[in-house]
């Protein structure tokens, strides 16, 4: 079957690239197959493998019905390789072949290049997958275990498109490479995964909310940076991801939000009118306002290291080389080469935060950041207009770039939320107000008890406005395997 909108589900790898006469690359795919099932089964979603669950599995890359939605044990979900159509006469947009016919094959001389951007965005998402897994156990109602394991088979997913890349364009090394992917493991001394946020635990469900808002997010830029690539099939590939994406986001806006609804509605319903009474919210079975703020606080700090350096020699190859763009590089009004460009960078001199202007080339990483923080800032409107409505006193707030940081210009260095520098001493004794405390996750953990009844939810979580796929309240959207 030629490349198509329509899915080939007569292979055992769904796909709309052709696989039937493409061999060498079935075969591959086939031969990682059983090795993608056991880090499936021993990796994913703890305890739920036999349950059927409520998914939506790709069917076509038509924006206007890509999806169906149905029962599905999440071991039996059909992963498959699916590109966003092949656009007539697409050129390199940026960077020094623009206006070139885009690479329907990879250029000799980024092919080194291409296949750690590739590995490194594919080692991304079986690492969620690991963090997650012990999550479905203490699901505040049905759906949002739904939810969960929805990212969760699409993480996976977003694994095989890379591992097809790597498959078909890489020859040997991409094989090896592919094998590498299953063989990581977040949080692995040995063997982890290669980002820092993709190392660190998920402990409970606010933690994942946090993460899909603020990582996933990440995710998205990246994949939005990619998807301008010159290399077609990697554009291709990103801008179907980049549809799954939205709901991962999706998930975890709502998710912080429904959370930050019950606790303001608990608040009003005791008449406590001080948000920062952390003591009193929290015998009402709620997560207190400041302790998300802390939550949101870790979450956005660990996320921005994942943009790397401020200013970066690779991002600039990156860029010059036509291989990753910025984010919505078609719209951006200007020469898309940048050689003379100037953009402007925080960094600290002598002792205080400072903007500065950079060779725009090498200050693509902080402009890519920028966007993200832009993106986040909207997020967080929307939060806030939840807590106004009730009428509760409490803002949140994305803190300083320079806040907690460990990769680039701030990572040696402290500074509070509101990016004042501070002495050792000072962020020792005023950390614990803003990053979460052991007793804030002992806390978090105690409430996290699974409500797993229909149309039910934990105490700390209001019920979403609308179901998945337009169900009702008390959809089953996990029939859970007691057995
Ligand atoms: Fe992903
Ligand atoms: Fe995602």
């Not at 080389?321 to 960094?347: C, M, N, W």
Request: charged share 25%.
């Amino acid at each position: 079957m030629p490349e198509t909108t329509n899915v080939d589900y007569s292979t055992k790898i769904p796909n709309n690239v052709g696989l039937m006469d493409d061999q060498r690359v079935l075969r591959a795919l086939e031969q990682w197959h059983p090795g993608y099932i056991d880090w499936w089964m021993t990796m994913g979603p703890e305890g739920f493998q036999t349950s059927d669950v409520y998914l939506r599995t790709a069917i076509s890359i038509d924006p206007k019905g890509w999806a169906k939605f149905d029962y599905v044990k999440m071991p039996e979900y059909r992963w498959g390789i699916l590109l966003a159509p092949r656009q007539e006469d697409r050129r390199v947009n940026f960077g020094m072949h623009k206006g070139e016919k885009a690479w329907q094959e990879v250029p000799g001389e980024y092919r080194a290049m291409l296949r750690r951007l590739i590995v490194v965005q594919g080692d991304t998402e079986p690492a969620s997958v690991e963090q997650q897994r012990h999550l479905g156990k203490t699901a505040p109602s049905l759906y949002d275990m739904r939810n969960l394991f929805q990212v969760n088979v699409e993480e996976g997913r977003h694994l095989w498109a890379m591992v097809y890349l790597l498959q078909k364009y890489f020859g040997k090394d991409g094989r090896e490479e592919a094998e590498g992917l299953l063989q990581r493991r977040s949080g692995d001394q040995d063997k982890p995964r290669m980002l820092g946020a993709f190392n660190e635990q998920t402990p409970d469900w606010l933690s994942f909310f946090m993460f899909t808002f603020f990582t996933d997010r990440d995710g998205k830029m990246q994949l939005e940076s990619l998807a301008q690539s010159g290399f077609d099939p990697l554009s291709r590939t990103c801008r179907f991801m980049l549809t799954e994406e939205a709901h991962h986001m999706f998930v975890g806006e709502t998710g912080v939000g429904r959370a930050i609804e019950r606790t303001c509605q608990a608040m009003r319903e005791a008449g406590i009118e001080d948000a920062n009474d952390i003591e009193a919210v929290r015998k009402l079975g709620v997560i207190d306002l400041p302790t998300m703020q802390k939550k949101a606080n870790l979450h956005f700090s660990l996320s921005l290291d994942l943009f790397g350096s401020e200013v970066s020699t690779n991002a600039a190859n990156y860029f010059t080389s036509g291989v990753k763009g910025r984010f919505q590089e078609t719209r951006i009004e200007d020469d898309h080469q940048l050689t003379k460009a100037v953009y402007p960078v925080s960094k600290l001199i002598d002792g205080t935060i400072k903007m500065v202007d950079e060779p725009a080339l090498t200050a693509i990483n902080m402009r890519l950041r920028d966007d993200y923080v832009n993106d986040c800032l909207k997020g967080v409107q929307r939060w806030n207009k939840v807590i106004e409505k009730t009428g509760v006193n409490f803002r949140l707030k994305l803190p300083h770039v320079a806040f907690h940081r460990g990769i680039g210009e701030f990572a040696n260095l402290h500074a509070s939320p509101a990016g004042e520098v501070l002495s050792e001493q000072a962020w020792a004794r005023q950390k614990e107000q803003w990053l979460p405390s052991k007793a804030d996750g002992d806390f978090i953990a105690g409430l996290m008890t699974p409500c797993w009844k229909r149309g039910e939810f934990a105490s700390w979580i209001a019920p979403p406005r609308i179901g998945i796929d337009n169900k009702p309240g008390d959809f089953e959207y996990v029939k859970v395997d007691r057995a």
